[in-house]
C-alpha cells in the first residue's frame, strides 16, 4: 500500500534547503505522511543518497515510530531513544540520529523512505541501515517515499 510522504520543508523532487544539510544547522526536516493501512504495529523511516561516489551513503535510520505517529518534528534530536519509545540508529557518519546532505560536488538525490510494518521490530537502537532492512523483511505493510534534491555551492 502506497503511503503519501510529504515536507513542508521541500517538494517532491525539489531542493532541499540549506538549513537542513552541512552548509546550515544539519537538523532534519520535518516529514508528515498519511495513508498508512490498517493493522500498523510501527513505523521506520530510511533517508539514503544513492548518487554517492561510493555507493548509497545512509543519512538517516529509525524504527519503531508508534503506529499512531503521522509526522515527524524539525531536528529530532540525536538520541538513540525518543520519548515516544522510536528508535535511531547509525547513519554513515557513524553517528546516531539524521546526518544531512553534503555532497562533495555536483546535485544529490535524498530518497526519504517511510515503512509501515506489522511489528514492532527487535532491534536495540543504534541498527544500522543494513539490519532494519533485515529485521523489516516480511514485515512491511506499505511504504512512501519523498525525494530531494542538494547540491553545494
Given at each position: 500500500?502506497?503511503?503519501?510522504?510529504?515536507?513542508?520543508?521541500?517538494?517532491?523532487?525539489?531542493?532541499?534547503?540549506?538549513?537542513?544539510?552541512?552548509?546550515?544547522?544539519?537538523?532534519?526536516?520535518a516529514l508528515a505522511w498519511?495513508?498508512?493501512?490498517?493493522?500498523?504495529?510501527?513505523?521506520?523511516?530510511?533517508?539514503?543518497?544513492?548518487?554517492?561516489?561510493?555507493?548509497?551513503?545512509?543519512?538517516?535510520?529509525?524504527?519503531?515510530?508508534?503506529?499512531?505517529?503521522?509526522?515527524?518534528?524539525?531536528?529530532?534530536?540525536?538520541?538513540?531513544?525518543?520519548?515516544?519509545?522510536?528508535?535511531?540508529?547509525?547513519?554513515?557518519?557513524?553517528?546516531?540520529?539524521?546526518?544531512?546532505?553534503?555532497?562533495?560536488?555536483?546535485?544529490?538525490?535524498?530518497?526519504f523512505k517511510v515503512y509501515?510494518?506489522?511489528?514492532?521490530?527487535?532491534?536495540?537502537?543504534?541498527?544500522?541501515?543494513?539490519?532494519?532492512?533485515?529485521?523489516?523483511?516480511?514485515?512491511?505493510?506499505?511504504?512512501?517515499?519523498l525525494v530531494g534534491a542538494?547540491?553545494?555551492?
Amino acid at each position: 500500500m502506497k503511503i503519501e510522504l510529504s515536507s513542508p520543508a521541500f517538494k517532491q523532487g525539489g531542493s532541499i534547503p540549506a538549513a537542513y544539510t552541512c552548509d546550515g544547522n544539519d537538523g532534519s526536516p520535518a516529514l508528515a505522511w498519511k495513508g498508512a493501512p490498517a493493522g500498523v504495529k510501527s513505523f521506520a523511516l530510511i533517508c539514503d543518497d544513492p548518487d554517492a561516489p561510493g555507493g548509497t551513503w545512509v543519512h538517516w535510520v529509525m524504527y519503531n515510530i508508534p503506529p499512531k505517529t503521522t509526522s515527524l518534528p524539525e531536528s529530532v534530536p540525536a538520541s538513540k531513544t525518543l520519548g515516544d519509545g522510536s528508535m535511531q540508529g547509525v547513519n554513515d557518519f557513524r553517528k546516531i540520529g539524521y546526518g544531512g546532505p553534503c555532497p562533495p560536488g555536483g546535485t544529490h538525490r535524498y530518497f526519504f523512505k517511510v515503512y509501515a510494518l506489522d511489528a514492532m521490530l527487535n532491534l536495540g537502537p543504534g541498527a544500522t541501515k543494513a539490519a532494519l532492512l533485515k529485521a523489516m523483511d516480511g514485515h512491511i505493510i506499505g511504504q512512501g517515499e519523498l525525494v530531494g534534491a542538494y547540491s553545494r555551492r
